[in-house]
């Protein structure tokens, strides 16, 4: 289980993957965490595969994190009569806010929180912005619309409202009921939907607490005019590439992307590149070049994770998938550029005692040659800290903590390991040639740089740097 590489991977669980067997190959293919996505199947179908999860990693002796992706509010068109019809550019359409069936004459909308924002100009994306309709009248209760792009609208397709933030909850009552119970099973992040603004994240981090990892899904042009304030309030980013690229151009969608990385990089969040990353794998056994460099983009960027979602929750060759990502990973980390690239994408940190104590610990262990750098660490935070500078040997995480050392599973580079609390600094120094030996990361007589606080077991105060003989 110990990696040769830096980037991790995310894969979506479903049904071409929840069984214990086909999750153990996507184990030992490459699958760091599991995200659970809570759009689909019941809290028993989400029992069995969390089960099935902690009892792999009791066998490989291994941590493995799990996300936890709530839903979120869906705004979608109501039920049309015949299932759909069809609309020509230039069309005028009326919008009506009923949950009735209706039809071109009177298209249902049973969402009067758009109706309550929406101004003449606004655009209606429907489907996935397949149909674009432009607002030209409101009344209290319906709205004219010129179609812009002609298409189809069917019974319940999604509606996406590019530049409007509605006044709705990112927390609906289905997500509140899906949030206890994946807490109450253990856990290790949940992933937030439809988030607009900071103050979405406070409502989740209040009924969240300590229990999991906060993850912010980037899919609303609106979040992007607050990212800063947003990253400050989560404990990790995901780039949703799919809702987003509705809503804003295709090709500010990389540009946006890069953004992102670096300020996450920056605030020492880590962050995950999600959607249609290998997406022709869903129904064949290799992906587009498109696709592979697609994959090492989002690598040479920065980014601490890629994600797969269709490809291993419903596709034809879950495993190879996740075989495939994790060459392209390794080939791309591996590359003479790659190292240069990712330099060149370090911004400027604050200069605060713990970073630079972080910091100091990354060159340390490149200068000398050290094959690994222990990171002491009761938050992660200290871990965290080395893997924001991005250094070309190994991180090994030491925490007393399993929920850490799960939530670890996600960060850049880091090979977290459970053990006993330390105490002393005789223990710590013992504790570190201990555990780099025993998951191979050095050999005996070798030097590993050592990272702690001290007074030891206090959250945040990374304050002591050492190297340490085995």
Known sequence: MHRQRKAKILATVGPASSSPEMLRKLLLAGVDTFRLNFSHGTHEDHAKVHAAIRALETEVNRPIGILQDLQGPKIRVGKIEGDKISVQAGEMLRFVQTSAEGGKDAIPLPHPEIFAVISPGDDLLIDDGRVRVRVRGILTDELTAEVITGGIISNRKGVNLPGTILDVSPLTAKDRADLEFGLALGMDWVALSFVQ?????????????????????????????????????????????????????????????????????????????????????????????????????????????????????????????????????????????????????????????????????????????????????????????????????????????????????????????????????????????RQVLAENFATR??????????????????????????
């Open 197 to 433: 603004k900071p103050g979405d994240l406070i409502e989740a981090r209040a009924l969240i607490g300590d229990r999991a990892g906060l993850v912010a899904k980037i899919e609303k042009p609106s979040a992007l005019d607050h990212i800063d304030a947003i990253i400050a309030l989560t404990d990790a980013v995901m780039i949703a590439r799919g809702d987003l690229g509705v809503e804003i151009p295709h090709w500010e969608v990389p540009g946006r992307q890069k953004e992102l990385i670096r300020a996450c990089r920056l605030a020492v969040k880590p962050v995950i590149v999600a959607t249609q990353m290998l997406d022709s794998m869903v129904a064949a056994p290799t992906p587009t070049r498109a696709e592979a460099s697609d994959v090492a983009t989002a690598i040479y960027d920065g980014a601490d994770a890629v994600m797969l979602s269709a490809e291993s929750a419903s596709g034809d060759y879950p495993v190879e998938t996740v075989t495939m990502m994790d060459r392209i990973i390794q080939s791309t980390e591996g590359h003479k550029l790659y190292r240069s690239i990712i330099a060149a994408s370090q911004s400027s940190e604050v200069q605060s005692p713990p970073h630079a104590i972080a910091g100091a610990a990354a060159d340390l262990a490149e200068s000398i040659h050290c094959p690994a750098i222990v990171a002491f660490t009761s938050s992660g935070t200290t871990a965290a800290r080395i893997a924001r500078k991005r250094p070309s040997v190994a991180i090994m995480a030491i925490t007393p903590h399993i929920n850490v050392a799960r939530r670890l599973c996600l960060m850049w580079g880091i090979h977290s390991v459970v053990s006993q609390d330390i105490h002393t600094y005789e223990e710590m120094v013992t504790e570190a040639s």
């Open 445 to 470: 007589g070798q030097c590993v740089v050592v990272v702690a606080g001290i007074p030891f077991a206090q959250a945040g105060t990374t304050n002591n740097l050492r190297v340490v003989q085995c």
